[in-house]
């Protein structure tokens, strides 16, 4: 790792590194987990989670995976252009008018969301002169995006007469909660709505953690992402998926401040006694959020040192008093944010009360991205 860093440019301040041997090793984890007759569409949707969407979707490729999950247009036609034709791209947002020629153009495929979307896509067809395919979503209970079921019971017929359907699918609210009776509802009413297009249509029902709910809930074709990037899914699967990304940022800065000086904006943090403290240049910029203030850790030299004071826009500031090798404290040098497999960038989130993938999908363009495995 000390080489990689020693790679970047001179004036980058902060590192993620990706490793994608780790995410090949993710992506057949899930493939383990599945029932014969079901594949992998990976989400690469909001740049991956903040992986990179282009490396993450040509790794994903190379490992035999022909189904992606983006959100918009312009999320699909960056991964078209590094993908081959055989790779079918589903657009999770649907379909705005004025889009619909592009989408065709490069063979992206909308999921359709709503009546009004179903109407747009009719209408194109017609135009074109054929069916043209897309996919269908159901709403069967998390109340965001879908064809609620009365829609479904009302105008399946006019919908399988139109359009070409890809697979139908929906989204399920509670699957990261063992037990939860909406999981069993949500799956019961699935299956009432795959009645009215078929017994030959494709399904799609589950994301990371429906796919762990069993065999019963992956049809066709199962949804991953965090799995992929290597977060946790349930507390029962803690430890199945090795973390992708770690976190550095460089040394700006030494200080050594006496007993009782404040240290950051609003003087929230007093030191207790005569202190050390490194600047790094990691702040809300970069991702890491100002409401973060207070939580996380950093590590100098393999130990464990605490983030003080606020976190402002380009910098945090790290306790290193107790540092006492002075070769890895140097201007110039790196912090280490995270050292998995102990400290992820997980660990950092539930820290902080969030999400692992809310935190990588801020890291901002300043984060140099170096990717591990890549030809």
Request: proline share 4%; glycine share 8%; aromatic share 10%.
């Amino acid at each position: 790792m000390e080489e990689i860093l020693k790679s970047v440019e001179p004036y980058v301040m902060s590192v993620a590194t990706i490793n994608l041997d780790k995410l090949s090793n993710n992506y057949r984890k899930v493939q383990a987990e599945l029932a014969p007759e079901a594949v992998i569409g990976g989400v690469v949707k909001a740049n991956s989670y903040g992986f990179g969407a282009v490396p993450v979707s040509k790794r994903l490729y190379k490992e035999g995976c022909r189904h992606f999950f983006a959100a918009s247009v312009d999320e699909g036609l960056e991964i078209r252009k590094v993908l081959n034709n055989d790779a079918e791209i589903f657009l999770l947002a649907g379909i705005l008018k004025g889009c619909e020629q592009i989408c065709l153009e490069n063979s992206l495929t909308p999921v359709l969301n709503s009546m009004h979307e179903v109407d747009l896509w009719i209408d194109f067809s017609k135009k074109v002169g054929r069916k043209i395919k897309a996919a269908i979503q159901v709403d069967t209970g998390i109340v965001r995006n879908g064809l609620s079921m009365t829609e479904v019971e009302k105008y399946h017929q006019k919908i399988i007469d139109n359009i070409d359907i890809a697979f139908v699918m929906s989204h399920l609210a509670c699957a990261d909660i063992l037990g939860h009776y909406k999981n069993e509802q949500q799956l019961h009413r699935f299956k009432e709505v795959l009645k009215f297009f078929g017994n030959n249509v494709k399904a799609s029902l589950s994301a990371t953690n429906g796919i762990f709910l069993g065999p019963d809930y992956q049809f066709d074709i199962v949804r991953p992402g965090k799995a992929l990037y290597g977060f946790s899914i349930r507390e029962d699967k803690i430890g199945t998926f090795e973390p992708v990304m770690d976190i550095y940022a460089k040394i700006m800065q030494i200080n050594e401040i006496p007993k009782g000086e404040t240290i950051g904006y609003g003087a929230t943090y007093t030191a207790e006694r005569p202190m050390r403290t490194a600047t790094i240049g990691m702040g809300y910029a970069d991702g890491f959020m100002r409401k973060f203030t207070g939580f996380g850790h950093a590590f100098i030299g393999g130990k464990r040192v605490p983030v003080v004071g606020r976190i402002s826009m380009d910098y945090m500031a790290i306790d290193v008093t107790d540092i006492e090798d002075d070769s890895c404290l140097q201007i110039g040098g790196w912090a280490a944010l995270t050292q998995s497999p102990d400290y992820t960038l997980e660990k950092w989130a539930l820290e902080m009360n969030t999400l692992p993938h809310e935190v990588s999908c801020r890291f901002g363009p300043r984060v140099k991205k170096v990717y591990i495995g890549e030809p």
